[in-house]
């Protein structure tokens, strides 16, 4: 079952603005991780974090993980035409701190950004 | 970078007949390949873990004999839906994972595949 829920569902901002997109997960986690999807094409991963981290960055990108609200956020600053997509959130179960690979993914995040 | 292909991007077919498609890990050695399916305007569901040289591991509610997955080398694993109907039309999506850090990611970042259109009239 999806564990991952995602708000909001569907974000329209003006190039130059920040993005803020939410995640939420319901079990324990080894990692979660953000990735990008176009319409239409394959996944494109972003970032990951892992359970023992809070923050994390990566260009344009600004991730947080709060285990204690099972909750994640990505941030992405002075955005631009080219980051409309969608985007999911997909957590990687801690299985006896064993990750599997198998990931749970969120319902995810329409970004739109007007030029 | 680590690159995962499929093959074929789109296809079109009629009920009752069977679709293959391959993934293959094109720069790494996949010991892990996961299958995935996307309806329109959804997420992604797994629907089972394939490994190199044993049987895959299908999630629940997902029919084994229906859609038929061989992980024959470190680089190839293949999903066959059989008798293929309407309602498994779908985007079919393959990720590849390697224990080892590739491209100075983390080793467990899995890298996905472009993803396969299927339709079935």
């Known amino acids: 079952s999806q564990q991952g829920e995602e708000d909001p569902q569907a974000l329209s901002i003006q190039e130059g603005e920040n993005a803020t997109m939410n995640c939420s997960y319901k079990t324990s986690i080894n990692n979660l991780q953000w990735y990008r999807q176009n319409s239409g094409r394959g996944l494109v991963h972003l970032i990951l974090?892992?359970?023992?981290?809070r923050e994390k960055h990566s260009g344009r990108l600004r991730v947080t993980l709060d285990t204690s609200k099972k909750s994640s956020s990505l941030l992405i600053t002075a955005s631009r035409a080219a980051d409309t997509a969608s985007y999911f959130c997909a957590t990687d179960a801690n299985a006896g701190g064993t990750s599997y690979g198998k990931l749970t993914f969120g319902q995810g995040t329409i970004l739109t950004v007007h030029p | 970078g680590a690159v995962v292909s499929q093959h074929p991007s789109r296809v079109i077919c009629k009920s009752g007949t069977s679709v293959k498609i391959e993934c293959r890990s094109l720069?790494?050695?996949?010991?892990?390949m996961f299958w995935y399916r996307q309806f329109p305007k959804q997420s992604l569901m797994l629907m089972a873990t394939?490994?190199?040289?044993?049987?895959?591991?299908?999630e629940q509610g997902v029919e084994k004999d229906k859609f038929l997955i061989n992980h024959a080398s470190l680089t190839l694993s293949t999903l066959t839906v059989t008798s293929a109907h309407p309602e498994d039309s779908s985007f079919y999506i393959c990720?590849?994972?390697?224990?080892?850090?590739?491209?100075?990611?983390?080793?467990?970042?899995?890298?996905f595949g472009p993803g396969t259109r299927l339709l079935v009239l």
């Open positions: 394939s490994n190199e040289g044993s049987k895959a591991t299908y």
């Open positions: 990720s590849a994972r390697d224990g080892r850090a590739l491209a100075g990611g983390p080793r467990e970042t899995q890298y």
């Open positions: 720069d790494f050695q996949a010991t892990t």
């Open positions: 974090i892992r359970s023992n981290e």
